[in-house]
């Protein structure tokens, strides 16, 4: 049993504990050339996880066999996009591959407070356009494939573009992979299970950062007495 000295040494109750603590949410950027697997990842970081939500894009580009408007893309006319640009709607947008791309606005900057997590499927045009408007939140992850070579099979594999298609997509992968040094990671998609792994703990080490608790501060105070 404690005795008395010891007791009249216990500290006040802090008005600070670990509930008061939050943290902001984080815009989770997923790039890569086209074929390099973010799509493939990024489905299995949503499976995986469900603290954290796709934001879903505009495009004026068609359809895909297998893609549904309003979970994989918001499919829009141009003059649907140029509406919405017009109106400010967009916090980023681009020309990716002669079409037009675009993150919504939507609620992101009130949902982050609160703590919602968003992952983004975007190029590197539209990472810099988040980086610049909101540092803070963004974590920017590149994914590069393993060779040309294999980024081709890929594009051919997945089977839903034509020939055409695949070349024009080949011949901007250079451009788009010297983008890579815009990226806080880089992680080679080899092996799907191992990148996504990587990706996965990534987004875990960025949740925990100190920046990103609020009230630790105030936990901190009233843990030191
Ligand atoms: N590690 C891997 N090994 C083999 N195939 C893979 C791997 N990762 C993804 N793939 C396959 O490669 C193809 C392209 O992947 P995915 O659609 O995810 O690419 P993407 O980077 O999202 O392309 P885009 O920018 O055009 O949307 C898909 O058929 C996918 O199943
Ligand atoms: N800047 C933005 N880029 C976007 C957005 N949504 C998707 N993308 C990128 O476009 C290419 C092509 O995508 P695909 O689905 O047609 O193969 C790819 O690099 C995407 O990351 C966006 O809202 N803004």
Redesign the pocket.
């Known amino acids: 049993m404690a005795d008395m000295a010891e007791l009249s040494h216990t500290p006040a109750a802090p008005s600070a504990s670990p509930d008061t603590l939050h943290r902001r949410g984080l815009m989770f950027i997923?790039?890569?050339?086209?074929g390099a697997g973010?799509?493939t990842i990024s489905n299995m970081l949503l499976a995986a996880d469900p603290a954290i939500k796709l934001?879903v894009?505009?495009?004026t580009?068609p359809m895909?066999r297998g893609e549904e408007d309003g979970v994989?893309?918001h499919f829009v006319d141009d003059a649907e996009f140029d509406r919405l640009l017009e109106e400010d709607g967009?916090y980023?947008?681009?020309h990716?591959?002669g079409?037009r791309?675009?993150?919504p606005k939507g609620h992101i900057r009130a949902a982050l407070k609160d703590g919602q997590d968003f992952l983004?499927?975007?190029?590197w045009?539209?990472?810099q356009?988040l980086y610049q408007k909101d540092q803070q939140d963004v974590v920017r992850v590149f994914i590069l494939p393993p060779s040309l070579g294999e980024l081709r099979r890929r594009l051919t594999g997945r089977g839903t573009d034509s020939q055409e298609i695949i070349d024009a997509?080949m011949d901007r992968a250079r451009a788009?992979i010297s983008h890579w040094d815009g990226y806080d990671y880089v992680v080679v998609n080899d092996d799907v299970d191992t990148c996504f792994a990587k990706v996965r703990e990534i987004l875990n080490a960025e949740r925990m950062k100190r920046q990103r608790q609020t009230g630790l501060i105030d936990f901190v105070r009233d843990l030191m007495g």
């Open positions: 997923l790039s890569s050339p086209s973010k799509t934001s894009s505009a495009t580009r895909r994989h893309y967009f980023e947008w681009a990716v591959f079409h791309y675009g993150t983004f499927d975007i190029d045009q539209g990472t356009q997509r788009e």
